[in-house]
């Protein structure tokens, strides 16, 4: 997992009411994410290109499958509404995008979104009582958007290890139901909380449990412990896979990258093949960055020396 796969939103829009699917929340995902690692950030004025192949190798899916989900995302995601909070405490509707569009002969999408969005997104790392920050591989297996929904309202409290009470009907909303959806308390467990605590525990890098918060007998929200697993409390290093490269070797070995077919997608929109070779370059210096070159260098010439002894 490299550090630009960090997603970046504010708690205030990571908490509004909305019901997006797996395949449009994903979407938002990439969106963010790209715009973080092509260090563009995003636009109202500008549109973001999301590609197939980029959806199918994130979420471990192939490229035929990811067109088709991206394509019904594309006709559905232009429509999706959300409510929110402003500076003043006015409650505010607005939509995620102000512009979508699909590019059936290269298998990408290209999407704008609103204002409010935009403002809600942040691609700077730190400011951690103000953002909700996850690494895109902790959901990126999740099968159910419940799932994922609920990893973000959760996460945010990792700190904390425990959540306030989540009052029932705003956190149906937050995960995205609708009033008619599973109205029956066994339901809702069953069906949704349940079934996405259980996937959190298994693919995450986190473990959760909820109680449940009564008046009388009828259940008004519910509140979550949250545990890091063992795995997920070691930092960030530089691994043994990471490479040293002269000056030389970066300038060379950037310029080919650069040009190479399969990291055309992961280009800067807008920007020269020689300032996308600028960007790698940049990319090579850093231990983190390089690791997702490391597998396209042999490809353009490279050859790792063999250890002595």
Do not use: C
């Amino acid at each position: 997992m490299y550090k630009s796969d960090l997603v970046v939103k504010t708690n205030h829009l990571n908490t509004v009411l909305q019901n997006l699917s797996l395949a449009e929340i994903r979407i938002i995902q990439l969106a963010i994410v790209d715009a973080r690692e092509t260090n563009t950030g995003l636009s109202t004025d500008r549109p973001l290109r999301i590609d197939a192949l980029r959806y199918a190798e994130v979420f471990e899916t192939t490229r035929q499958n990811a067109y088709m989900r991206m394509k019904e995302a594309e006709s559905t995601l232009f429509d999706r509404r959300f409510t929110y909070i402003d500076d003043n405490g006015n409650p505010k509707k607005t939509r995620w995008l102000q512009e979508v569009g699909y590019i059936d002969d290269e298998g990408a999408i290209e999407i704008v979104f609103t204002l409010a969005v935009v403002k809600g997104i942040s691609r700077i790392d730190g400011a951690e009582d103000f953002f909700t920050s996850y690494l895109l591989k902790q959901t990126a297996t999740m099968q159910s958007n419940y799932s994922v929904r609920l990893y973000e309202l959760l996460i945010q409290w990792k700190t904390a290890r425990k959540t306030p009470v989540f009052e029932i009907e705003n956190f149906r909303g937050q995960l995205g139901l609708l009033e008619n959806e599973y109205s029956r308390m066994y339901d809702f467990k069953q069906r949704v909380l349940d079934l996405a605590v259980k996937e959190i525990n298994e693919k995450s890098d986190i473990t959760v449990s909820y109680n449940q918060q009564k008046k009388g007998k009828n259940i008004i929200g519910f509140s979550f412990s949250i545990k890091l697993k063992p795995s997920a409390v070691k930092p960030v290093t530089d691994s043994d896979t990471s490479i040293k490269l002269s000056n030389s070797q970066i300038k060379l070995f950037s310029n080919k990258l650069a040009e190479l077919n399969e990291l055309g997608s992961n280009a800067p929109i807008g920007k020269s093949t020689a300032e996308y070779a600028a960007i790698i370059a940049d990319h090579l210096t850093d231990p983190i960055k390089q690791k997702k070159y490391i597998p396209y260098l042999e490809k353009v010439g490279y050859k790792q020396e063999k250890s002595k002894g």
